[in-house]
């Protein structure tokens, strides 16, 4: 995307700004370059449920405690010392029946819900912790996230990439209306956006798989990165 000024109405704002008292408004062109890198993620992250049901709150509460205990320890083991996990949410709520002929709802038991999140870096145990957890008594998989360790040098990337593009469509303009970029005269960049790749699993099938004794399969996919640099540049006749 660009923008072409050659003349005192048109110039870019800034551009004629920054033109000397008493010289003429400085020519300008202002270009856009945006760049997209797919990179290989390195860290998961893994959502992991256990839901009970039962006629007291408390009895459900009790029973989600106990069933989540044997899961983590699982996992743990699966998982390996450098996972991290850390507990996303927790529900407790009554479970309601309501009546065709309307009326006041009953009340006929409750659900507990607790998940946890697995952040995992090595990407190869990705199946036996979700195998190790189904095994136990996980009944929610509720999202598998890949995302990147080192996220600075991945948007270090895409930021060099974009302001390449874009100084080489403002050479380009200025060169097929025989013209030259004399400086730049501003840079704007959009932060680079990191899109992680979420991929939901079937849990009913990840307990299939786990009972066959058959690991869980996932693929990581790539981790899209865009970015976006604006430039003004100014412009003035080529050299003969």
Do not use: C, W
């Amino acid at each position: 995307m660009a923008l072409l000024a050659l003349t005192a109405s048109a110039a870019a704002p800034l551009a004629a700004q920054q033109a000397p008292p008493g010289t003429p408004p400085l020519s300008s062109i202002r270009v856009t370059g945006d760049a997209r890198i797919n990179a290989k993620p390195d860290r998961v992250q893994i959502d992991i449920g256990v839901q009970t049901q039962a006629q007291l709150s408390q009895e459900a509460a009790a029973a989600n405690a106990r069933q989540l205990d044997a899961v983590l320890a699982a996992v743990r083991k699966a998982a390996g010392p450098a996972a991290e996990l850390r507990t996303l949410s927790y529900s407790l709520s009554p479970n309601y029946q309501y009546h065709p002929g309307g009326g006041e709802p009953t009340i006929t038991g409750y659900t507990a819900l607790n998940v946890v999140e697995v952040q995992l870096d090595d990407l190869a145990r990705i199946g036996d912790v979700i195998d190790a957890a189904t095994h136990t008594g996980a009944n929610r998989i509720q999202g598998i996230q890949f995302t990147l360790r080192d996220q600075d040098a991945v948007r270090a990337q895409a930021l060099r990439e974009a302001a390449q593009r874009a100084r080489a469509e403002a050479e380009v303009l200025a060169g097929a209306l025989n013209l030259k970029v004399l400086r730049v005269l501003s840079v704007e960049e959009s932060s680079p956006r990191i899109m992680p790749l979420r991929s939901h699993l079937n849990v009913a099938r990840a307990v299939s798989a786990s009972a066959a004794e058959a690991p869980t399969p996932v693929e990581s996919g790539t981790v899209e990165v865009n970015a976006e640099v604006g430039l003004t540049v100014e412009v003035g006749p080529a050299a003969h």
